[in-house]
């Protein structure tokens, strides 16, 4: 059972990152487009290949959502600034989390002037070369508007820029009107086009979600740490009910998904060292219509509900549908034991972590209250310890993988003296 297809996996991590940062997200967009237009008229990759590096070029600058929150929306000003830090994050974030690695080194050369890049051997350097002109031609055309004028980079042909690359540029501007669509908008039906040739297997595709995963935590860590938690109860809730594999599955994607419109969520409410007013608790509410905004029409549907449905009661006390237990399936009702236990035993802003006895008391308050499902509950009960242990492993594991990320990036950094 295919619960997401392989378009829609781009799809949806790159509406996540336009939830993070939409200009740094449309940027990309724009110098993907480029890029691809003048890759495809010199018909030297295959179209799935082609596919895989609009997905790398779309998200050129996925490293700046770590090293450049404070200046990534004033492209020009985060152009003109040294670019190698988010260079480097960016390369080290898709070699060591995306299926595609071998493509990782176009993110760590995208910025690199085009006369030192001729010195090195990648295969992709002439990608990294267009991405570097796309982005150049993007972020000035945007800032001077009627005033811009393609043709100003020509004084750095052969040395900044690479001088095959902006005539290829010239070329397809001249066929194909690209700065006229950027414009207006109308390249984006192109740019989906490409997509429908990505052709990823499920190791793949689970591998991009775990990748998801990590973004989560360019707005906030802990977001990254409650969805691996979530994401292990359930595993470990599913399994214990013998559930069959293709419902395990569709929990697995909904726990992992079901808080992505959290990102849309103001993060000074959310970290908020005290109890929510009426109107901010309304707002956090939000995130679930935002979720299923994000991911009706690429995720299946079943998956959906089940992701939508993670704060809904059996009492009919939950939101945003008010369901009562007739409504709400076992799959759900998984989620929810999940997404609250994950909430308990994870440390917050205003609270530490929540002890065992309590975490139990509560749960089984809950069975009584008739607000949770008996038998997930039950379960997750007789087997807390157990269940905990595992989770301590999933995180101890992410947690090494930032460890592995920040130190890599400490010394590619000291190698080139950021």
């Not at 994000?294 to 009919?316: F, M, Q, W």
């Not at 609270?351 to 209250?369: I, T």
Request: hydrophobic share 40%; proline share 2%.
């Amino acid at each position: 059972m295919e619960y997401i297809k392989s378009k829609d996996i781009y799809l949806l991590m790159r509406d996540i990152l336009k939830l993070i940062n939409p200009t740094l997200m449309e940027h990309g967009s724009r110098v993907a487009y480029m890029v691809y237009k003048m890759l495809q008229e010199e018909n030297r990759y295959e179209e799935f290949e082609l596919a895989d590096i609009v997905m790398v070029a779309t998200m050129h600058d996925i490293g700046a959502y770590k090293t450049e929150k404070n200046r990534i929306n004033d492209m020009l000003q985060y152009e003109t600034r040294d670019s190698m830090a988010h260079s480097i994050y960016g390369y080290l974030f898709f070699k060591y989390l995306s299926p595609v690695p071998d493509l990782s080194r176009v993110l760590m050369y995208h910025c690199r002037d085009y006369e030192k890049l001729q010195t090195v051997d990648y295969a992709y350097k002439d990608v990294a070369a267009y991405i570097n002109i796309a982005e150049k031609i993007d972020i000035y055309s945007n800032t001077m508007g009627a005033q811009f004028d393609p043709r100003m980079f020509q004084k750095q042909a052969g040395t900044k820029l690479s001088a095959a690359g902006l005539e290829r540029f010239y070329q397809c501007d001249a066929k194909y009107g690209m700065l006229e669509k950027l414009k207006d908008g109308s390249y984006k039906e192109e740019l989906d086009e490409i997509a429908e040739y990505m052709i990823f297997s499920n190791e793949d595709k689970k591998t991009f979600m775990d990748m998801l995963i990590y973004c989560m935590g360019f707005v906030r860590e802990s977001m990254v740490l409650d969805t691996v938690t979530t994401i292990c109860i359930c595993r470990e809730i599913s399994a214990r009910l013998f559930l069959p594999d293709q419902e395990r599955e569709m929990i697995y994607y909904a726990a992992l998904l079901h808080d992505l419109g959290m990102i849309g969520i103001s993060q000074d409410v959310l970290q908020a060292p005290r109890k929510l007013k009426p109107e901010e608790v309304k707002h956090v509410r939000t995130h679930v219509s935002i979720t299923q905004e994000k991911l009706e029409h690429k995720v299946d549907a079943e998956v959906v509900n089940i992701a939508l449905a993670h704060h809904e009661r059996g009492d009919a006390n939950g939101y945003p549908k008010r369901l009562n237990d007739h409504h709400i399936s076992l799959q759900q009702s998984i989620l929810q034991v999940g997404d609250v236990v994950s909430a308990l035993v994870n440390k917050r802003s205003y609270r530490d972590a929540v002890p065992k006895q309590q975490v139990l008391r509560f749960l089984n308050d809950e069975v009584a209250k008739k607000r949770f499902k008996k038998q997930p509950v039950m379960v997750l009960v007789e087997s807390y310890d157990e269940v905990m242990t595992h989770v301590k492993k999933e995180t101890a594991r992410i947690l090494k993988m930032y460890q592995t990320l920040n130190m890599q990036y400490q010394q590619v950094s000291t190698k080139y003296k950021i």
